[in-house]
């Protein structure tokens, strides 16, 4: 799980960065063609956006995988070990419940539009567009998975270490 959680984390830092990269570079030539040219390229602003929301989703993931989500751990620390770890586990049961539903409710708009496509770009349609957004929860829900099954493993080896020096 941690390999497949790995490669997938590695292909999502790629696949945001190029996003990321593309919008660099459509933005200013849009804002180029339009006030430099005087001729509006009508499909650069609609393609940016489309890019954002790839990006934001896949970096969502890389964040979910590096554990680098915004988290409030105020109470939490106040909590002895053995409650923080349950804690942990019942967060991360919960949202890995919550992305797998947010998932499957978002392939449920892929699916709705399937045949249409965008009036920016006909060229593109519109499931295809949409399609990042279960992609995006599907990957925090590895993430999350992993990261879960990882806290488990060392747990699971701390209790060993435990049962051993006493």
């Not at 660099?24 to 940016?48: C, D, K, Q, S």
């Not at 590096?66 to 586990?89: G, S, W």
């Not at 590895?142 to 060392?154: D, F, I, K, W």
């Amino acid at each position: 799980m941690q390999k497949l959680a790995c490669w997938a984390r590695s292909i999502s830092m790629f696949l945001a960065a190029i996003s990321l990269a593309l919008i660099a570079i459509l933005i200013p030539v849009g804002v180029a063609a339009r006030y430099g040219l005087n001729a509006p390229i009508g499909w650069i602003e609609p393609v940016a956006a489309i890019l954002l929301v790839a990006f934001t989703f896949l970096s969502a993931a890389v964040t979910m995988a590096d554990r680098l989500h915004v988290c409030v751990n105020t109470f939490t620390n106040m909590l002895p070990a053995r409650l923080r770890i349950i804690n942990a586990n019942v967060v991360h049961v919960l949202l890995l419940a919550l992305l797998v539903a947010m998932a499957a409710a978002s392939w449920e708009l892929v699916q709705s539009t399937l045949g249409q496509s965008l009036p920016e770009v006909p060229a593109l349609p519109a499931a295809v567009v949409y399609a990042v957004v279960p992609l995006g929860f599907g990957l925090m829900a590895l993430m999350v998975l992993a990261n879960l099954l990882a806290q488990r493993l060392e747990e699971n080896s701390q209790d060993k270490a435990d049962l051993q020096l006493d």
